[in-house]
């Protein structure tokens, strides 16, 4: 990724790998190679809902599965690289799965919350975090247990919200590294 923006190559299109081993965001990786100029196909296995969610969002002409037959696969960078959009199932997925592209159950706080509770903070770290006070936490984490009971998917543990979050897209899936 730094070779494509030191300024020396400037490709028409960036074919890129959803999960870099960099640990950077597919998104950030887009904005900065749009910002250059280049047009960005994304690939993907597939196993992270969150990363594909989040590539859904940026301006990337299109998310390709890597199991995707050869043709598919070169069909689809021709594509991009005229600069037309690129629309897979896989995109499609995405976009209709992503809990900011419907209506959300959780506020964006809320999914802050969330997302530094369900990891393991505990309650008074992440009122400091977010300049909140304690008991705005709890009535937040109070709430997100109550929209998850009346959907049916209960989340009494942290380790149940860690779930959850995971499940709609709101936190990553955990990684090796």
């Given amino acids: 990724m730094?070779?494509?923006l030191d300024g020396r190559t400037r490709p028409e299109l960036v074919v890129l790998d959803?999960?870099?081993r960099d640990g950077s965001q597919?998104?950030?990786n887009v904005a900065a190679l749009r910002a250059r100029g280049m047009n960005v196909l994304t690939l993907t296995s597939g196993e992270n809902p969150f990363l594909i969610r989040e590539v859904s969002r940026s301006e990337t002409l299109g998310i390709v599965r890597k199991s995707a037959?050869?043709?598919e696969v070169?069909?689809?960078i021709a594509s991009a690289a005229r600069g037309e959009v690129v629309v897979t199932t896989e995109w499609a997925a995405a976009l209709d799965s992503d809990p900011d592209l419907r209506t959300a159950p959780l506020t964006a706080r809320e999914r802050e919350v969330l997302a530094l509770y369900a990891s393991g903070v505990g309650a008074k770290?992440?009122?400091t975090e977010l300049r909140i006070s304690e008991?705005?936490?709890d009535d937040h984490i109070r709430r997100i247990r109550t929209v998850y009971r009346l959907l049916g998917r209960p989340a009494n543990s942290k380790v149940e919200l860690y779930r959850r979050g995971v499940e709609d897209g709101y936190l990553p899936?955990?990684?090796d590294a």
């Fill in 74 to 76: 070169l069909d689809a």
């Fill in 135 to 137: 008991n705005t936490v």
């Fill in 173 to 175: 899936l955990p990684t």
């Fill in 26 to 28: 597919p998104s950030e």
């Fill in 2 to 4: 730094p070779a494509l």
């Fill in 125 to 127: 770290t992440v009122a």
């Fill in 69 to 71: 037959p050869a043709s």
């Fill in 18 to 20: 959803l999960n870099l």
